[in-house]
Structures are given as structure tokens and as C-alpha cells.
Nanobody
Framework: QVQLVESGGGLVQPGGSLRLSCEAS????????MGWYRQAPGKERDFVAA??????NYADSVKGRFTVSMDNAKNTVYLQMNSLKPEDTAVYYC??????????????WGKGTLVTVPS
């Protein structure tokens, strides 16, 4: 079993910052990619950012404002969010593509953490 647990969401004023964290635990052999998606009310889940060995990717809407990083020793991915806007309001989901101890490549999701930026 593998679990992803997010933390760090909350209410922040426009222009403010938040840092999300997501720790992966359980039967993990190695992690290929970890990242973040978000789902605003009434909308589909969208890609935000991801990190893999030696590379990061960002949605155009967050480039220059958000930074994804990872502590490999802790199996933890972070999302530093700066200059937050009301349109960043969403539930943020952690995602991991990893290899389990049974050598299966699997895709996992966290339960989500809510970020609210009032207008």
C-alpha cells in the first residue's frame, strides 16, 4: 500500500504565499515523478506542476509564481505558491508515479488540500 498525504492548504489573501507538502509513504521502491494538480469548483482537474529527475514542468498559468521541489530522502514534494490570485482557488491534489516494492509502476493520488484566495 502507498499513501500520499498533503498538507499546507488554507486561506490566503491575494498576493500572498503558501507552501504545500505531500509525503509519499508505504511500499515504495522508487519514485519516477511527483506533482500537483488542482480542481476548482465546477471544473475539471488540471495539471499544475511536476518534478522528475532533473526536470520540472509547470502549467502556463503558474509559471513564474509557483515552484515545485522534492526531498528525495523524505519522499516529499513541495509546491511553493507565490503571488496567489483568486483564480488559484482550488483543491490541490498530489500525484505520484512510482515503482512499488513488487516492481509495479503505479499512479497514486492524495485526498487533496483546499487553497482559497478570496477576491
Amino acid at each position: 500500500q502507498v499513501q500520499l498525504v498533503e498538507s499546507g492548504g488554507g486561506l490566503v489573501q491575494p498576493g500572498g504565499s503558501l507552501r504545500l507538502s505531500c509525503e509519499a509513504s508505504g511500499s515504495i521502491l522508487s519514485i519516477n515523478t511527483m506533482g500537483w494538480y488542482r480542481q476548482a469548483p465546477g471544473k475539471e482537474r488540471d495539471f499544475v506542476a511536476a518534478i522528475t529527475v532533473g526536470d520540472t514542468n509547470y502549467a502556463d498559468s503558474v509559471k513564474g509564481r509557483f515552484t515545485v521541489s522534492m526531498d528525495n530522502a523524505k519522499n516529499t514534494v513541495y509546491l511553493q505558491m507565490n503571488s496567489l490570485k483568486p483564480e488559484d482557488t482550488a483543491v490541490y491534489y498530489c500525484n505520484a508515479v512510482l515503482i512499488t516494492t513488487r516492481y509495479y509502476t503505479m499512479n497514486y493520488w492524495g485526498k487533496g488540500t483546499l487553497v482559497t484566495v478570496p477576491s
